[in-house]
């Protein structure tokens, strides 16, 4: 993320308001991981690199096998990053916020995003729960 946002803020001279920004290029992010080939190792797969390097010293022929599970696991890794895009989204707006406006900014764009803060600001305007709340 510290790397995409970095070409981010070098595309783009400044913000126009920190209120008003939302990171809508999730499409570009995901284009800029293939770009610099990023990737990672699962426990599941330094599991499974050692149940192959294990079953191999005991003579096992299990290749074809492992070949689909490591297939399996690599499908399973690619929708991670759409099933979390919320929660990287997120971390995108904050490091963004936190390059234009500093740890203020961050602060700012984490509270913007909070949903205990979203919550609170409901039951402040919903006084009839606000005061069943507070009567017990």
């Known amino acids: 993320i510290f790397h995409y946002v970095t070409e981010f803020c070098l595309a783009h001279d400044s913000l126009a308001s ?27 797969e330094k599991l499974l690199k050692e149940f192959q390097k294990k079953s191999t010293e005991e003579g096992y022929t299990l290749d074809s096998k492992i070949k689909e599970l490591e297939a399996q696991i690599d499908a399973t890794k690619k929708d991670e990053l759409t099933q979390n895009k ?12 936190s ?12 509270l913007r995003n909070d949903a205990e803060i979203e919550e609170a600001k409901a039951l402040i305007n919903a006084p009839q729960q606000y005061q069943s709340l507070l009567k017990g």
Do not use: N, P, V
């Not at 920190?18 to 990171?23: A, G, N, R, S, V």
């Not at 919320?86 to 963004?96: H, W």
């Not at 390059?99 to 984490?110: N, S």
């Open 18 to 44: 920190l209120q008003d920004f939302h990171f809508a290029d999730f499409d570009g992010f995901l284009k800029f991981l293939d770009s610099k080939h990023f990737d990672y190792d699962t426990d599941s």
């Open 99 to 110: 390059r234009y406006f500093y740890q203020k900014g961050k602060i700012q764009m984490g």
């Open 86 to 97: 919320a929660a990287i989204i997120d971390l995108i707006e904050k490091e963004i916020a």
